[in-house]
C-alpha cells in the first residue's frame, strides 16, 4: 500500500490529512474516515490501512487543523483530568457541524484530483465526536455520498438548528448507525427517540444497537475495546462500501 500525509487546501488554511491506497489496480473507491475526539494517532492509521487493504482510497484529516499544527495529542489524553485531555478538550468543544461541512467540500475536490482515486460515489464514517460529521455530510452531498456510517456518534438528538436527527431524510446514501449500550454521550433514550426518526426517514439502512459495550469499543487501545464487537463493526463497514462503492 501507499502512504502520504498530504497537506488538503482549505478555505480555511491547509489541512493536515494521511492518505493510505492500495497499490494495483486503481483507480480505487474514495472513502472519508473522520476521527474521534483524541484526534489524529497511530491507532487511526492502523484503522486507516485495514480499510485500505480491502481496496479502498482512505483519506483520514486532522479536523483540528484550524487550531494548528500542535492538534497531536499524547496517549494520556485518554486519561481524565490529564494535561493533554484539557488541551484537547479546549479544541474539541470548538467543534461545530458547519465548517466541517465545508471541509468536507475540499477534501471532495482534492480526491477529484488525484489519479488513485475513483470518481464516482464515496464512503464517510466518523467516530464518536464525528459520527455526526458523517451523517451531516451525506445529508449535504446526497448525490456524492452514497454510505455513511456513525459508531457511537454522540448527541445525535439535540435541540441545536445542525443536529443530525433532523437531515437524515436528506441522504441518498445507505446509512448505519452503531449505538453502544452503555454510553453517556448517546443515552438509552436518546437512541430510541433517534431510531424513530430515522424509521420515518425512508433510509434503508439500519439503526444497530451493540449490547454490553461501552462507547468507544472499535478501538484497541481503548479499556473498554471489544474485540468481538470491534470485528462486527469492521464487517458491517466494510459489507456497507461494499454494497454502494463496490
Known amino acids: 500500500m501507499i502512504e502520504q500525509t498530504r497537506d488538503i487546501v482549505t478555505r480555511a488554511g491547509a489541512m493536515e490529512t494521511f492518505i493510505v491506497h492500495p497499490d494495483r489496480n486503481g483507480p480505487h473507491p474514495v472513502v472519508f474516515f473522520l476521527m474521534d475526539a483524541p484526534g489524529i494517532r497511530e491507532e487511526l492509521y492502523d484503522m486507516a490501512r485495514r480499510l485500505c487493504s480491502v481496496g479502498y482510497y482512505v483519506v483520514l484529516p486532522n479536523l483540528y487543523y484550524r487550531a494548528g499544527k500542535e492538534t497531536k495529542y499524547g496517549s494520556e489524553v485518554l486519561t481524565k483530568g490529564s494535561a493533554e485531555q484539557v488541551r484537547m478538550r479546549a479544541v474539541r468543544t470548538q467543534m461545530t457541524i458547519p ?93 430510541a427517540d433517534l431510531r424513530t426518526r430515522f424509521e420515518q426517514s425512508g433510509n434503508g439502512g439500519e439503526l444497530e444497537m451493540y449490547s454490553g459495550v461501552h462507547h468507544g469499543f472499535a478501538f484497541p487501545q481503548r479499556w473498554c475495546y471489544d474485540k468481538p464487537a470491534a470485528e462486527r463493526h469492521w464487517e458491517r463497514l466494510i459489507a456497507l462500501y461494499r454494497r454502494r462503492l463496490g
Not at 433532523?166 to 443515552?187: F, M
Request: proline share 9%; net charge negative; hydrophobic share 45%.
Open 99 to 191: 465548517p466541517v461541512m465545508e471541509d468536507f467540500a475540499d477534501m471532495l475536490t482534492f480526491a477529484d484530483t488525484q489519479p488513485a482515486a475513483g470518481k464516482g460515489p464515496v464512503g464517510a464514517h466518523g467516530y464518536c465526536m464525528s459520527g455526526p460529521y458523517a451523517l451531516a455530510a451525506a445529508a449535504r452531498y446526497p448525490d456524492r455520498i452514497a454510505a455513511a456510517a456513525s459508531f457511537y456518534g454522540t448527541w445525535l438528538v439535540s435541540e441545536n438548528e445542525e443536529s443530525p436527527h433532523l437531515t437524515l431524510a436528506k441522504a441518498k446514501g445507505e446509512l448505519y448507525i452503531a449505538c453502544a449500550e452503555h454510553d453517556e454521550l448517546a443515552p438509552l433514550p436518546m437512541v
